[in-house]
């Protein structure tokens, strides 16, 4: 059972376009987080949103935390080819489960930004 | 400083080696991670090691190993491997393996091809 169900899973844009990612769960969570990851290397973090409701910016990308805590999204204005990637969703501390120390990652959104 | 250093870089080694992955962070974290990630997918959990004790074994196959020597160091032995073991294999550390909103830091990752 996939817990947080991340989309869309594959995106092909032009350079200058607009673009939002999203996560979903049936599930609440004490937080958020959002990476970044290149081929060949490792997730990089972008931001964690532990809030509900909470926005956070940074430069061109936008992350939302739904009130509820069990949805996200990210939103990237003006997409560049340096953009390009993987962008994972990971939700902490399922609130009720027994998740301890463990984080639930959506199945990523492989982002391809054409010049 | 955030990072996590990870050795080495590629791995290539047969069925009958033994081998071991090195990861280190000096961020003063007391929670450390091996996830296994295959070629355009989320990371998968191996184990969590708080405060220098095993918490989390995800029902790893006894080939892997962690070790954890000391709170900067993770080892993972590798013995008697399978091809499909190749991967990309990551180090994480936080500040906490805690229930809430501690983040995760990853390091680049080692890549690691069993022939």
């Known amino acids: 059972t996939q817990l947080l169900e991340q989309s869309p899973q594959f995106l092909s844009i032009q350079e200058g376009e607009n673009l939002t990612v999203y996560c979903n769960s049936s599930s609440v969570f004490s937080s958020l987080q959002w990476y970044r990851q290149e081929p060949g290397e490792g997730p990089v973090l972008l931001v964690t949103?532990?809030?509900?409701?909470e926005v956070k910016k940074l430069k061109r990308l936008t992350f939302q935390f739904g009130d509820a805590r069990k949805d996200s999204s990210l939103h990237i204005t003006a997409a560049q080819p340096g953009d390009t990637g993987l962008y994972l969703c990971?939700?902490?501390?399922?609130?009720?489960?027994?998740?301890?120390?463990?984080?639930?990652f959506g199945q990523g959104t492989i982002l391809t930004v054409h010049p | 400083d955030t990072e996590v250093t990870q050795t080495p870089k590629h791995l290539v080694m047969g069925m009958t080696n033994k081998k071991s992955l090195k990861c280190e962070q000096h961020m003063g974290h007391r929670a450390m991670y091996w996830y296994k990630q295959k070629a355009k997918k989320p990371p998968e959990l191996m184990f969590v090691y708080s405060y220098e004790k095993l918490s989390i074994n995800e029902s790893v196959p006894s080939r892997f190993s962690p070790e954890c020597p000391n709170s900067s160091l993770l080892n993972l032995h590798l013995h008697a491997l399978q091809p499909e073991d190749s991967a990309l294999y990551l180090c994480?550390?936080?500040?906490?393996?805690?229930?809430?909103?501690?983040?995760?830091?990853f390091g680049p990752g080692t890549r690691l091809t069993v022939l």
């Open positions: 990971a939700g902490a501390g399922i609130i009720g489960g027994t998740s301890y120390g463990k984080l639930t």
């Open positions: 994480a550390s936080s500040r906490l393996a805690g229930f809430g909103s501690d983040e995760q830091f």
């Open positions: 949103v532990v809030t509900g409701g």
